[in-house]
């Protein structure tokens, strides 16, 4: 807790940032929850919800004709004259493009795509609750 003082007067002293400290016996308030001893809140800060997210991309993905194989590794693909070749574990598949969707788990046979993907650790909760709290 005493760290995120520290990250408080950084982000008010160095960038002009506004965040709020969320002391240990308040922060049940805060999220219902005994198991963190305080918090840091950013009313700026954005938030994104995975499945969601997910959703919106697979529906946009099969709207464009995307044709979602689950359950079969993909072992290698390969450039092609006109298109793609991609060994899969259930055989090959011989495709115009080919999207990839790896998360942060892209396979070594990808490289040029594992050059751009960067893992970037988040530990963020989320209050799902239907309460707005408004910070003065």
Known sequence: YQGFD???????ECYNHETFLIEPQNFKAELDTDYYHGGLLDPLSGGLNPARYVRGLMRVALESGVKIVEKTDVLDVSRRDSGFSVETS?????????????????????????????????????????KVRQMN
């Open 90 to 130: 259930q055989g090959k598949i011989i495709a115009d493009k080919v999207a990839v969707a790896t998360n942060g788990y892209t396979p070594n046979f990808l490289t040029k795509i594992r050059r751009r993907v960067i893992p970037i650790g988040s530990y963020i909760i989320a209050n799902n609750s239907a």
């Open 6 to 12: 520290k990250a408080q007067k950084l982000l008010k």
